[in-house]
């Protein structure tokens, strides 16, 4: 069992940043794929993110160079870092975890954090 707590999101100007962060409890952290995955009103949840046990990352083309995911194995932490930040970024952001390969479909995560709120005004 995963149990995964986001922190760090808030209001920002377009053009700032934000970085999110997602810790995890159990002791098998670093088995597991982690994804940040964010939903607009009335929009899919859908994959920003994702990160290997390993660290190979992926990223969605809509935010290739301006976001960075990363994890700190020792912490049971992952993070979403968020630059130059556009009002269609605003969202509540989600991490989630999977054994195994990360992908691109919410429902492969087994585990799933509270998520956090980001709005970016213009």
């Known amino acids: 069992q995963v149990q995964l707590v986001e922190s760090g999101g808030g209001l920002v100007q377009a053009g700032g940043s934000l970085r999110l962060s997602c810790a995890a409890s159990?002791?098998?952290?670093?088995?597991?794929?982690m994804g940040w995955f964010r939903q607009a009103p009335e929009k899919q949840r859908e994959l920003v993110a994702a990160?290997?046990?390993?660290?190979?990352?992926n990223y969605a083309n809509s935010v290739k160079g301006r976001f960075t995911i990363s994890r700190d194995n020792a912490k049971n932490t992952v993070y979403l870092q968020m630059n130059s930040l556009k009002p269609e970024d605003t969202a509540v952001y989600y991490c989630a975890a999977r054994r195994g390969n990360p992908t691109f479909l919410a429902r492969d995560y087994e585990y799933w954090g509270q998520g956090t709120q980001v709005t970016v005004s213009s």
């Open positions: 159990g002791r098998t952290f670093s088995l597991y794929a």
């Open positions: 990160i290997t046990s390993g660290g190979s990352t």
